[in-house]
């Protein structure tokens, strides 16, 4: 009799985990979908982290998108949307039952390109740049443009 318990308590297990995996899926192709909205309908003009601006906030998503995306262009600038295609690999990972094994690397070299394009965009253009906080690079992108002058300072 506990044998035959044994098979059924494994196949409810799996079936568990498997909708989790379903389910956290959806949460992330939903967040995606929101993320993107939310930096693609970005207003310089909205109230947020770095503009005290008052009345309703023109994003899409209300006042929670115009912090997210003010916070976004902030601190990488719009290079932070290639975050978006690695979190749809992730969902459909998880969508098709593939092992998520290396994201975290995934997730490190992604946000180091990112830092890159972003101080490759600083360079390009220093000052801010179509109602963003802080230019095409954002403060990472300004940051490293800055070390990097500062360390070209150095040649002779």
């Known amino acids: 009799m506990a044998s035959q318990a044994q098979p059924w308590r494994q196949a409810v297990k ?6 989790s995996a379903m389910v956290g899926a959806i949460f992330l192709l939903l967040a ?3 993320v993107a909205i939310a930096l693609a309908t970005h207003d310089g003009n909205d ?10 906030a023109a994003n899409v998503l209300g006042t929670p998108g115009a912090y997210l995306s003010d916070l976004s262009y902030f601190l990488f600038g719009p290079p932070v949307a290639l975050l978006l ?8 990972r998880l969508w098709r039952d593939v092992a998520m094994t290396g994201w975290g690397q995934r997730l490190t070299g992604t946000l ?6 972003s101080v490759a965009l600083s360079l ?12 095409l690079g ?5 940051s490293g443009a800055g070390v990097l002058g500062w360390l070209v300072g150095f040649i002779p």
Do not use: N, Q
Not at 14 to 19: F, I, K, L, V, W
């Open 14 to 19: 799996r079936g568990a985990m498997r909708s």
């Open 32 to 34: 995606i979908v929101l």
């Open 47 to 56: 109230p947020s982290l770095s503009t005290a601006a008052g009345g309703p």
């Open 85 to 92: 295609p690695l979190m749809l690999v992730a969902a459909t």
């Open 112 to 117: 180091f390109g990112i830092a890159l394009i």
């Open 124 to 135: 390009f253009k220093w000052d801010t740049f179509g109602g963003l906080p802080a230019g």
């Open 138 to 142: 954002g403060v990472v992108g300004l």
